[in-house]
């Protein structure tokens, strides 16, 4: 199985700043990965795929990178709609697919 | 476009079996797609459960391997979730989505809470 590692656990931006967030893979995973953006109380919603394409709909300010074995998701100037919680998952080897545990984005 | 509705039990006894359905609507659930079950434990992760094609191929988390069973009705445009032998560890919200190849997860339904407790 596949163990996607995500940091940090919490990150604390002011709006309008910059957010970094990694994700790395317990081995490679090539560009197999995606990243997803989590609100309280609702289903995750895709952002990332292909470790850099932006999903449909998806702000340009999001931005994918990274490959093999590390990534990075980057906010590049963060709106009050940003704070949630932050999944990256990989699908180059499955069964199972796996999640991060997640990163989250809380107001500094 | 395609959207996801979650439904079944609320609450399910220990030791008994979770059944859910996902109705797919706004398109077919014999398009080129794969069709999963991913939980979230309450304040947790998500875990992959499984998926299915409409052929009824599946492909199972081999830690739920054992106790999950997968299937698909094409006359009702859905798929459904069984997961046996409950405990409390499986008291989770659970969301069916659309694997859309390389494009990921791409929709997902709102998610179904499912407690399990006597």
């Known amino acids: 199985e596949i163990v996607m590692t995500q940091s940090p656990a919490t990150l604390s931006v002011s709006p309008g700043e910059r957010a970094t967030l990694s994700c790395r893979a317990s081995?490679?995973?090539?560009?197999?990965l995606a990243w997803y953006q989590q609100k309280p109380g609702q289903a995750p919603r895709l952002l990332i795929y292909?470790?850099?394409t932006r999903a449909t709909g998806i702000p340009a300010r999001f931005s994918g990178s990274g490959s093999g074995t590390e990534f990075t998701l980057t906010i590049s100037s963060l709106q009050s709609e940003d704070f949630a919680v932050y999944y990256c998952?990989?699908?180059?080897?499955?069964?199972?697919?796996?999640f991060g545990g997640g990163t989250k984005v809380e107001i500094k | 476009q395609v959207q996801l509705q979650e439904s079944g039990p609320g609450l399910v006894k220990p030791s008994g079996t979770l059944s859910l359905t996902c109705a797919v609507s706004?398109?077919?659930?014999?398009?080129?797609?794969?069709w999963s079950w991913i939980r979230q434990p309450p304040g947790k992760g998500l875990e992959w459960i499984g998926e299915?094609?409409?052929?009824?191929?599946?492909s199972y988390n081999p830690s739920l391997k054992s106790r999950v069973t997968i299937s698909v009705d094409k006359s009702n445009n859905q798929f459904s979730l069984r997961l046996s032998s409950v405990t409390a560890a499986d008291t989770a919200v659970y969301y069916c989505?659309?694997?859309?190849?390389?494009?990921?997860?791409?929709?997902w339904g709102q998610g179904t809470l499912v407690t399990v407790s006597s």
């Open positions: 989505a659309r694997w859309q190849g390389s494009h990921a997860f791409d929709i």
């Open positions: 706004g398109g077919s659930i014999s398009s080129s797609n794969w």
């Open positions: 299915i094609y409409h052929s009824g191929s599946t």
């Open positions: 081995q490679s995973v090539s560009s197999n």
């Open positions: 292909d470790a850099s």
């Open positions: 998952q990989q699908y180059n080897y499955w069964p199972p697919l796996t």
